[in-house]
């Protein structure tokens, strides 16, 4: 089950038929549900991109060149004419530095899921080939498309671009969306229009890429995005590393967009008879503005590119934030005791349990040495799975594979396993002596393997991995690879990192995974194939999260991110919220609680599991539904309110949260969006605290009165004198009848 859904996106031959046609002057066209792209493949030509929109018909797109279409080079390559921006880059073994490509052959792929159409293009004197390859989903308005660069000179040929893809996009009022943020701050988002000259987004950590910018953009071609309106491309690159987004706005009447790994640093030179293959680029279109295309981003996600995609998530506790480094047997069990008693359905152990010779009782030792301490866990993991099972719930565990502390027994053993220049010494991240083990090594891929492999060989009842990533890349240099490929490390790691979640993912498809870097520093689909969720943010802060989660649902479905109720004050932004507003906005995202429940009253837990239980009937529409964006808290009115539907619209969730405490502020009512105008709803709060029930309570509304006008919502909640606050939050649940 669980191969079938996630090697089917990455591993998409088998099964296939080929069709070959060496097109002569004639349009290739890609075709999605709603989409088309239309190329120009003529034999002995460059491949020309003539459109990517909504669906044409076979008579538009033949009269594409007619309607005054320029002719736009769909994989531009440097040497000739070109004195903007190239998708690829070459020196060939003889040192010529130019490439001239033109269509040799075109071919298509078909599987079940979808049609691959390759065009080969050659360069017309080296024995150089690229393959352009596009991937159009039957079900899905998703494009992927990637590259496949070989060669047959006597030498290596030097590879200084190499673009996945490159979409020219008409000149005209094009807005750019990006996510951008720090530690603690990811996922913010910032749109501004394309002005002349090159914009260029991009990452060099090594390890990790999401903290500070994003590898996923929109781009509104109808000006200022719109939430429901307009037509807007997405792009996603699938990559987990190094990233370069430029978007290059010349004199002409195009601004062309590329996308790929970051070749600075990274030159790649390319033996003979190697095919260098780059990471997919996924691209959506929709005219209903961002939301349409955050929707099509999320379902093709949930489909094919997300790990159980259509498996419901738990619920779970995390220990992090509750008792830190500080790990031991009795309270584990407590924490258990009271996830279980609240209805949770996991308990995941945070970093802190494992290292003899190095305990790891803070940030500064023990990674590397995956044994469990005995001192801190004196019945080891068997006993707190026996116990987690006892208490009827499945047991989790956080790992950091691909890191090691200078202060660990495999230090000790293996100094010639970290990221490191050669005639250099280490460079120390986190807790003074970390460091990055090279994956480029196979017998460090090996070993990251086996970290896995041991731990769910000797306790296959663990259901739940946290893998961290801690660590940026501090010294650019491997001592694994030859003087000649240093320039390859980052891209070389990622492989070994695909090889080694491939192994894992072969032997234990159904364990649940979670992708965390210092938070939200692993937030992209390069890293998602393998990964059920990521963890958004080392911030918990519930009015942060309405802004953090929102910017990731851009691109990113609620089922893969990882939103907890934690304790109050919250210990990043030290601010006060009530359990019910946390709660209201972690309910809105894969709930869980991170914290340590025996510092909850009675009361609270109480309203916990309420809640709890409440999400449970719901969880199927936030976790599988469609999320129309109804307010933003970035628009500066007080308010941020989304909703979900099943694609049937016959079952909805609401939320409300007020963003901005304010006496007698005038607030705006929100509308929905996405219900079915002609049924009617019946509207039930969830998670109610008030004394008395709102007074919509239980009466029923017309899906089109709902998205005119929406609903008045109370500005805060009516509890007793000394429960009041500021905040105020509703859930509504809204069931067609
Ligand atoms: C990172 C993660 C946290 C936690 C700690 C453990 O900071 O983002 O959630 O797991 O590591 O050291």
């Keep these: 089950m669980f191969k079938s859904l996630i090697f089917r996106s990455v591993f998409l031959l088998a099964s296939v038929t080929i069709t070959n046609s060496a097109i002569e002057g004639k349009n290739i066209k890609i075709e999605t549900p709603k989409t088309s792209m239309v190329l120009d493949a003529t034999k002995e030509k460059p491949l020309k991109f003539l459109y990517y929109g909504t669906k044409i018909t076979d008579n538009d797109a033949n009269n594409l060149k007619t309607a005054g ?102 000149y005209g009022n094009v807005w750019l969306t990006q996510l951008h943020g720090a530690w603690g701050n990811e996922g913010r988002i910032d749109s501004s229009p394309l002005t002349h000259g090159l914009r260029v987004i991009k990452n060099n950590d090594g390890i990790r890429n999401s903290h500070f910018a994003h ?60 095919t ?44 992090w934030e509750g008792v830190h480094f500080d790990i031991k047997e009795k309270e584990m069990e407590q924490m258990m005791a009271d996830i279980a008693d609240m209805g949770g359905e996991l308990f995941v152990m945070d970093d802190g349990w494992f290292g003899v010779k190095y305990p790891r009782n803070d940030g500064t030792q023990g990674l590397g040495d995956w044994i469990v301490n005995k001192q801190k866990l004196p019945h080891g ?20 594979p691909e890191m090691i502390n200078a202060n ?57 991995i946290k893998w961290d990533c801690n660590n940026m890349g501090m010294s650019h240099g491997s001592q694994y690879l030859p003087a000649d490929k240093q320039s390859h490390l980052y891209i070389e790691y990622f492989k070994g990192l695909e090889s080694v979640l491939n192994l894992i993912r072969e032997k234990y498809p159904d364990v649940t995974i979670q992708a965390c870097a210092s938070g939200g520093g692993r937030v992209n689909y390069g890293i998602l194939p393998w990964f059920d969720e990521v963890w958004t943010s080392d911030n918990t802060d519930a009015l942060q999260r309405v802004y953090l989660q929102w910017g990731n649902s851009y691109f990113f479905p609620a089922i893969a991110l990882g939103s907890h109720i934690s304790a109050t004050p919250n210990l990043q932004t030290y601010r ?37 239980e409440e999400y449970k009937s719901i969880r199927h529409i936030i976790q599988q539904g469609d999320l129309y964006r109804l307010m933003s808290p970035y628009d500066g009115l007080g308010v941020a309110s989304i909703l979900y539907t099943t694609p049937e619209k016959d079952d909805a969730v609401y939320f409300w949260w007020k963003t901005e405490a304010f006496r007698n502020q005038q607030m705006p009512r929100v509308k929905m969006a996405g219900l079915d105008p002609d049924k009617n709803y019946r509207v039930m709060e969830l998670n109610r605290i008030d004394k008395k029930p709102l007074k919509f309570e239980g009466k029923v509304f017309s899906g089109r009165y709902l998205m ?12 007793d004198t000394d429960k009041r606050t500021e905040w105020g939050s509703r859930v509504l649940r809204l069931t067609a009848q």
């Design 215 to 274: 590898s996923e953009v929109m781009l509104s071609l109808d000006g200022k995005p719109q939430e429901n309106d307009g037509r807007v491309i997405g792009a996603a690159l699938c990559y987990g590393g190094n990233f370069k987004l430029v978007v290059d706005t010349d004199e002409k009447d195009y601004h062309k967009f590329y996308a790929g790994i970051n070749p600075e640093n990274s030159h790649y030179h390319l033996e003979k008879g190697e």
């Design 408 to 464: 660990s027994e495999l230090y000790d053993q293996h100094p010639e396993y970290v990221v490191k220049a050669n005639n250099r010494k280490e460079v120390y991240g986190r807790g003074g002596s970390q460091m990055v083990l090279d994956l480029s090594n196979p017998e460090v891929q090996q070993r990251v393997f086996q970290i896995v492999d041991t731990l769910m060989t000797q306790y296959p009842e663990i259901d739940y």
């Design 708 to 719: 005119d006008n929406g609903l008045e919502m109370p500005v805060g909640y009516d509890v």
């Design 381 to 400: 993991l068997k006993g707190l799975i026996k116990a987690a099972k006892n208490k009827g719930i499945s047991f989790g565990i956080w790992i950091e």
């Design 69 to 170: 279409t320029p002719n736009v080079d769909a994989y531009p390559a440097y040497g000739f004419n070109l004195r903007r921006e190239a998708a690829v880059a070459a020196k060939h073994a003889d040192g010529n530095m130019t490439l001239e490509l033109v269509v040799d052959s075109v071919w298509t792929t078909n599987n079940e899921q979808s049609q691959t159409h390759t065009i080969r293009l050659k360069d017309t004197f080296y024995p150089l080939t690229v393959d352009v390859n596009y991937l159009a989903y039957h079900n899905e308005d998703m494009i992927e498309t990637w590259t496949e660069i070989s060669h047959d000179e006597d030498g290596t040929v030097e590879l200084s671009e190499f673009a996945s893809g490159c979409i020219p996009l008409r």
């Design 576 to 612: 006060s919220m009530p359990l019910k507003y946390r709660t209201d906005v972690a309910m809105s995202g894969r709930l869980g609680l991170e914290m340590q429940p025996n510092e909850m009253t009675a009361e609270e837990k109480k309203q916990t599991r309420k809640a709890i």
């Design 276 to 319: 260098f293959i780059t990471p997919h680029l996924a691209l959506t279109y929709s005219n209903e503005g961002i939301g349409g295309v955050s929707r099509n981003f999320h379902r093709w996600a949930r489909n094919h590119r997300l790990a159980h995609g259509d498996k419901p998530r738990k619920i779970l506790l995390n220990s």
